[in-house]
């Protein structure tokens, strides 16, 4: 069965400052899909980055970029600039390709002004 | 855009009573998908379908029931209310499987006294 683990509950990081965000997982499967979710306190889920296991380069978007280490099962979120905004609960989540999504236990982070 | 519409977004059941959780898309997705987040923790998968008339069990498919009628609809149901079931539900739906994001409804905070 497919495993989501991420090590951090709660982090939190002085505005403008870079932060990096731990998740792994666990699958027999060669080809998934990884994603970021973002859940601030209004309760929305709201897609932050994916990735393709298959494709060697790490996305981007933005301020936000992964280090996707497909051999140590490794899927980090760095927030480049952090934001007041970026306050948040973080979700890792693993796609299998028959289209279940697993999520991660969360880490929740607070940026300060 | 609508999105993924759920109703009610608060409900307080008493247990043994029995309920259904609305969720409608006007995206034309064929995946829907039900999840239940306990406080402090992760999505987990209930329930999904894939389209009208197809659906399958997620991680805690327990004490809930669905029905696929229509590509629109995706209602959840609660037979027997029990205070385990107290949670935030969220629906989602997405084009397809593979590398397509699930779009998320607001969720519904239901509480089981």
């Known amino acids: 069965a497919q495993t989501v683990t991420q090590s951090q509950p709660e982090m939190s990081v002085q505005e403008a400052e870079t932060v990096t965000l731990s998740c792994t997982y666990d699958?027999?499967?060669?080809?998934?899909?990884l994603f970021w979710y973002k859940q601030p306190p209004s309760r929305q889920m709201i897609l932050v980055i994916r990735?393709?296991?298959?494709?060697?380069q790490n996305a981007t978007e933005n301020r936000f970029s992964v280090n996707f280490q497909k051999a140590a099962k490794s899927f980090s979120l760095k927030i480049s600039d952090s934001q007041l905004g970026d306050t948040a609960m973080y979700f890792c989540?693993?796609?299998?390709?028959?289209?279940?999504?697993?999520f991660g236990q969360g880490t929740t982070l607070q940026v300060k002004p | 855009n609508a999105g993924v519409t759920q109703t009610p977004k608060f409900r307080i059941l008493k247990i043994g009573q029995s309920m259904t959780l609305q969720c409608t898309q006007d995206?034309?997705?064929?995946?829907m998908y039900w999840y239940r987040q306990d406080p402090g923790m992760g999505l987990k998968l209930i329930y999904y379908?894939?389209?009208?008339?197809?659906?399958d069990k997620g991680e805690v498919p327990n004490g809930y029931n669905v029905s696929r009628s229509t590509t629109e609809d995706f209602p959840l149901r609660l037979e027997l209310a029990a205070p385990s079931q107290t949670s935030v539900y969220f629906c989602?739906?997405?084009?397809?499987?593979?590398?397509?994001?699930?779009?998320f409804g607001d969720g519904t905070r239901l509480s089981i006294l």
């Open positions: 989602a739906s997405s084009s397809r499987i593979a590398n397509q994001p699930q779009h």
């Open positions: 699958t027999s499967e060669s080809n998934y899909y």
């Open positions: 990735q393709e296991a298959y494709k060697q």
């Open positions: 989540a693993f796609m299998t390709l028959a289209g279940k999504l697993i």
């Open positions: 995206m034309n997705h064929n995946y």
């Open positions: 379908s894939v389209g009208a008339g197809i659906t």
